[in-house]
């Protein structure tokens, strides 16, 4: 059973577009939704997070929408650079769960130039 | 930028060997993970620790590996007997405590022949 989804395995934007990635989740525990990018050979590096209390948050050209009644939330990526190509990670953990990550399949964006 | 450090960053081994991995946890973390990244991108959580108690382990965990964090020494994973399907990237992550930011090193990759 997936518990965190990410509906899109790869996306391709022109470099200039905004980025939109998209995640849904089942258990209602879930409370904290950090999304990670990770670059080929390197280890996740968080980019930016949501708890469950807020419905948007923002940090530069990244966003996140979240909407608690439908289970999901998405990451917008406003003029998307090339250095932006990356595999994109959305993950969740419960409060009291010590903050084990529960983590989505994975989004590949590629930007073109 | 993160600051968990993990070694060696690859690792080769054969059949039956074992396979030892280290992690130092970014300063002040009490919280340390370790995370198994298969090819196919997916996480699987292995065995957290807070201070040096093991908080949750998976039943193959403490089957198969065996994972310390002591005080003022790194963190340790290492596996008893490798098995080719345990070739993947080894992530260590550390946090600040319950509901706080995970950081994850840049892991080290394993491959058994």
């Known amino acids: 059973q997936q518990q965190v989804r990410q509906s899109s395995q790869s996306l391709t934007v022109w470099e200039g577009e905004t980025a939109i990635l998209n995640c849904s989740y089942e258990n209602s525990a879930f409370d904290y939704f950090p999304w990670y990018q990770q670059f080929p050979g390197e280890g996740p590096a968080l980019l930016i997070a949501i708890r469950s209390v807020s419905d948007k948050k923002e940090d530069g050209r990244f966003t996140i929408f979240f909407n608690k009644r439908e289970k999901n939330l998405s990451l917008h990526i406003k003029d998307s650079q090339p250095g932006d190509s990356a595999t994109y990670f959305c993950?969740?953990?419960?409060?009291?769960?010590?903050?084990?990550?529960?983590f989505g399949q994975g989004t590949v964006l590629s930007v073109i130039p | 930028n993160s600051k968990v450090i993990q070694t060696p960053r690859y690792l080769v081994k054969g059949q039956g060997q074992k396979a030892k991995m280290r992690c130092i946890p970014e300063k002040g973390h009490p919280v340390v993970f370790w995370y198994q990244q298969n090819k196919n991108n997916e996480f699987k959580f292995l065995i957290n620790f807070q201070n040096q108690e093991v908080l949750q382990q998976i039943d193959m965990t403490e089957k198969r590996f065996s994972a310390e964090c002591p005080s003022n020494s790194p963190c340790s994973l290492e596996i008893q007997s490798s098995e080719a399907g345990d070739s993947a990237l080894y992530l260590c992550a550390s946090s600040g405590g319950q509901n706080t930011e995970v950081f994850f090193g840049k892991g080290t990759r394993l491959t058994v022949v």
């Open positions: 993950a969740a953990s419960a409060n009291g769960g010590n903050n084990k990550l529960t």
